[in-house]
């Protein structure tokens, strides 16, 4: 299987039938001091798109409605971005991608925020009574509410010191609950849409999160059978 790991004489082995060179011009590249600059910018596209609509009126019929379903929308995406890091690390051998994913899992919280506050807002009227007692009588706000919430410790322990406080392993299984958010993402897209029963779209985010966290699952079960054929008999 494509791999892209450390190989046993603690080479970065690369996946069969990529070329080297091209390997190496997309690391450099990903290497790069702009590349970050240039990742922040972009990200920071759809923002700037939204404030231009609201100003210029040019969010449809519904701008509240615009805001809260654009910046849901984007949440999603980013989400589906943060989480294909991995998978497309391993699948070129482009290991340099790695450096991106923080900036994109906050991101996604960045926008997550945002579509909360713009439905706090817009939707809600900024009434704490009247927002804490809508999340619980709408189930798909509930699991709305519950993917953003599991991202905060993400957010919050996303900087290099968190990982050296809590220790690779224990940072890594914390980071393990963007699995959950993503699975609880769609869920909370799905049970919006359901009333409508307009599920296209949503169908289509399911199957790049069912991919992207299926992937996942079989490179470990593919490696754990690896570890136990390479284990000695007895
Ligand atoms: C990880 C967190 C979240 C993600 C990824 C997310 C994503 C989405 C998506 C994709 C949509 C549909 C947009 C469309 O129709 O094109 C949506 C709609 C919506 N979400 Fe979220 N959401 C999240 C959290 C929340 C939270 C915390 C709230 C509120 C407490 C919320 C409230 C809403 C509302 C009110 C709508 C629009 C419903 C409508 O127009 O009928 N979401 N969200």
């Not at 001091?33 to 920071?44: E, H, S």
């Not at 506050?117 to 709305?144: E, H, S, Y």
């Not at 220790?167 to 963007?178: C, E, F, I, S």
Request: charge should be positive; include cysteine; proline fraction near 5%.
């Amino acid at each position: 299987m494509s791999d892209g790991s450390v190989n046993a004489l603690g080479r970065v082995a690369l996946p069969p039938g990529t070329r080297p060179w091209r390997v190496a011009t997309a690391n450099r590249l990903l290497m790069h001091r702009a590349a970050k600059p240039l990742l922040f910018t972009a990200a920071l596209g759809p923002l700037a798109w939204l404030v231009w609509g609201a100003f210029a009126d040019a969010l449809g019929a519904n701008p509240a409605e615009a805001l809260i379903r654009a910046t849901g929308d984007w949440t999603l995406r980013f989400l589906c971005l943060t989480l294909a890091i991995t998978p497309l690390r391993q699948w070129t051998g482009w290991q340099a991608l790695a450096r991106l994913r923080r900036m994109l899992g906050l991101f996604t919280f960045f926008y997550g925020v945002l579509h909360f506050l713009c439905f706090a807002w817009l939707d809600m009227g900024l009434n704490l009574q009247d927002i804490v007692r809508d999340i619980p009588k709408r189930p798909f706000i509930l699991v709305g509410t519950a993917a953003l919430l599991l991202m905060l410790p993400l957010a919050a322990t996303s900087f290099n010191g968190a990982i050296r406080w809590l220790g690779a392993k224990r940072w890594q299984a914390l980071h393990r609950a963007v699995y959950m958010t993503a699975g609880l993402a769609v869920l909370h897209f799905f049970w919006m849409r359901a009333g409508k029963n307009d599920f296209a779209e949503v169908g289509i985010y399911a199957a790049i999160v069912t991919v992207l966290l299926g992937w996942r699952l079989v490179r470990r079960l593919h490696r754990g059978r690896e570890v136990r054929g390479a284990a000695p008999a007895g």
